[in-house]
C-alpha cells in the first residue's frame, strides 16, 4: 500500500467564505489495520462551528506523496487540517515533508523543546536517568518538536507533545484522542470570525422504490429556480434489517443550503416529487 492515494471528494462546502480540508496519514489506514476516525470527527467540529468540509484526503507514509500532497494544499488556499506522521518514528515523514513542500528546512522549536523536556521530566517520576536529557533515548524525542521554520504551536491536552501550524495548516497526531482537542482550539482559536457566518441547514425525506433518473428533472429545475440551494439524493438499495421504507429500495432526497432560502425550495420539491406520482416518507428522529 506504500504507493496508495486515497482521495475523497466530499463536496460539502457549501457556500462559505473559505474552504476547510483534511489530509489522513498512515499506512494503517489505507491497509485497512485501522479506521480513519479523523473525517467524521472534524465533520463534527465544523458542523458545531456552522462550517462544514470541504475535501479529504488519505496518503500513505511515503514521503514523495506526502510531499507532493501538501505541495498542492499550501497552493489552494484552503484551510487544511494534516493527522499522523508527527512523531519520531521510521515512518513519520511529515514534519519534514512539511519543509519540503514549502521549500524551508526544520528546526528544533524552543517552545516545543521546554514542552518535550517537561514530559520527559513528568514521565521520569524523580528517576535521575530517565530525567537526564542528553541521552540518545531523550535527545530522540526531541525530533517531535523539529517543526519547519516559521511554524506555531498547537497545544496537545494529552502528554503535552505539540503539534505545529504554518500558512493555515494544521499538523497533529494521529491519534484521535489527541487530534480532536487540537483541532478543536485551532477553529476556535483562528476562525471564531467564520463561525454560523451562514445559517446553514439541510432537510430530506425519503421516497421509496425512487428512481434518479425519473427525479433528476425536478432536481435540476428546483436548482435553476432557487439560486443557492443545492439538491441531493442519497439512493439506496434497502435493508431488511432496518424495516419499513428502509427495507426496500429508496431515495433520500433533499436540500441545503441557506436556512433562510429554503422554504419554498422545499415546499417546490415535494410537491414536485408528489406530482411524479411517487410517496413521501417524512425522516424522525426515531428513523
Not at 467540529?45 to 484526503?57: D, Q, T, V
Not at 530517565?130 to 497545544?155: C, V, W, Y
Not at 425536478?218 to 434489517?241: H, N, Q, T, W, Y
Request: proline content about 6%.
Amino acid at each position: 500500500m506504500a504507493d496508495a492515494l486515497n482521495t475523497v471528494d466530499m463536496n460539502l462546502s457549501g457556500p462559505k467564505s473559505r474552504r476547510f480540508g483534511l489530509i489522513v496519514i498512515g499506512d494503517e489506514i489505507l491497509s485497512g489495520r485501522r479506521q480513519d476516525k479523523h473525517m467524521s470527527k472534524l465533520i463534527e467540529l465544523l458542523s458545531e462551528r456552522g462550517l462544514s468540509l470541504s475535501w479529504a484526503k488519505y496518503v500513505a507514509d511515503d514521503p514523495e506523496q506526502i510531499t507532493v500532497t501538501l505541495k498542492d494544499s499550501f497552493a489552494s488556499g484552503d484551510v487544511v487540517f494534516s493527522t499522523g506522521g508527527i512523531g519520531a518514528t521510521p515512518d513519520d515523514h511529515t514534519r519534514q515533508c512539511a519543509a519540503l513542500a514549502l521549500g524551508t528546512k526544520t528546526e528544533l522549536h524552543p517552545t516545543a523543546q521546554e514542552l518535550i523536556a517537561g514530559r520527559i521530566q513528568a514521565m521520569a517520576e524523580g528517576d535521575a536517568l530517565k530525567a537526564d536529557l542528553n541521552t540518545p533515548e531523550n535527545q530522540h524525542r526531541f525530533k517531535m518538536g523539529e517543526f519547519p521554520l516559521g511554524s506555531d504551536i498547537i497545544p496537545n491536552p494529552y502528554n503535552q507533545i505539540p503539534g505545529f501550524s504554518i500558512r493555515e495548516h494544521y499538523f497533529v497526531p494521529g491519534f484521535p484522542v489527541m487530534a480532536a482537542p487540537m483541532m478543536a482550539w485551532c477553529l476556535d482559536t483562528y476562525y471564531q470570525s467564520l463561525f454560523h457566518r451562514e445559517n446553514w441547514a439541510e432537510q430530506s425525506f425519503i421516497v421509496p422504490k425512487g428512481v434518479e433518473s425519473t427525479l433528476t428533472p425536478l432536481m435540476e429545475r428546483i436548482e435553476a429556480s432557487f439560486p443557492g440551494v443545492k439538491v441531493f439524493s442519497l439512493p439506496s438499495v434497502g435493508d431488511p434489517s432496518k424495516g419499513g421504507v428502509y427495507s426496500e429500495r429508496h431515495i433520500e432526497l433533499g436540500i441545503k443550503g441557506n436556512a433562510n432560502l429554503l422554504e419554498n425550495a422545499w415546499i417546490a420539491l415535494r410537491s414536485g416529487t408528489e406530482a411524479l406520482g411517487y410517496a413521501i416518507h417524512d425522516i424522525s428522529k426515531a428513523d
